[in-house]
């Protein structure tokens, strides 16, 4: 990039000085600017999940509770209700009946 800067003030009967060095600071500068915005990035993506993880926490109380109610009705319609999959619904609940089931002394 420098030798074609160098030919075309040539051509205009220029001398450039110091361009390899204000190529190589210009360089450094943007390369340190997209650091420091991975560096924000990075705070950024962590304060979301940390964020998503309280969510999620939350979402499985509640799903937990509803599950407890046993009211009759499907994983698929608690699954929609949670935005998550069928399947997760269903294992949870047999987690939790598993618990139940365990917990209950034996006459």
Known sequence: MAEGFQNSAHEEGL??????????RLRAEER????????????EV??????????????????????????????????????MPDDYVSAWRARLTDEQTTATPAT
């Open 46 to 83: 962590e304060r979301l999940e940390n964020m998503l993880k309280d969510f999620r926490a939350a979402r499985n109380r509640t799903v937990t509770r509803i599950l407890a109610w046993s009211d009759g009705r499907s994983d698929g319609e608690i699954a929609r209700l949670a935005s």
């Open 32 to 43: 340190s600017a997209v650091d420091q915005q991975l560096v924000r990035e990075a705070e």
């Open 15 to 24: 001398v450039l000085t110091g361009l390899d060095a204000h190529l190589r």
